[in-house]
């Protein structure tokens, strides 16, 4: 059985609508606590927690306790392994820019 990369890590944690949209509201926002991000999400509290757990495991957040209250935050570093891997494709787009520039003043010098 392969050993499963960090990229694959963050693409299947960040694969989950749910998760992502999570994800996206602790991006948003300096530090947020579990009750926070459950209020107005239409998901449980218990379902919160356990994409927290994913996020955490992933390496995508980081968490800071505080008396009874744990506040969540976004980890920049955990999105490293995905936009090394997407950088990879940076040469593909290049090359296309470049045909369609050169391509554009041959149509019209």
């Known amino acids: 059985m392969m050993q499963m990369t960090q990229v694959d890590a963050v693409m299947r944690t960040l694969a989950d609508p749910t998760r992502r949209a999570v994800f996206e509201r602790i ?9 926070e991000l459950t209020r ?17 495991q992933a390496g995508l957040i980081a968490d800071r306790p505080s008396g009874r209250n ?8 955990g999105l490293e392994p995905l936009v090394d891997w997407i950088s990879i494709y940076g040469v593909f787009w290049r090359e296309r820019f470049t045909n369609l520039r050169t391509l554009l003043k041959e149509i019209d010098p």
């Open 40 to 56: 107005g999400s239409g998901v449980t509290q218990g379902a919160i927690s356990q994409h927290l757990k994913s996020l955490k």
């Open 70 to 77: 744990v506040h969540y935050r976004a980890d920049p570093k």
């Open 27 to 35: 991006v948003k926002a300096e530090e947020i606590t579990v009750a």
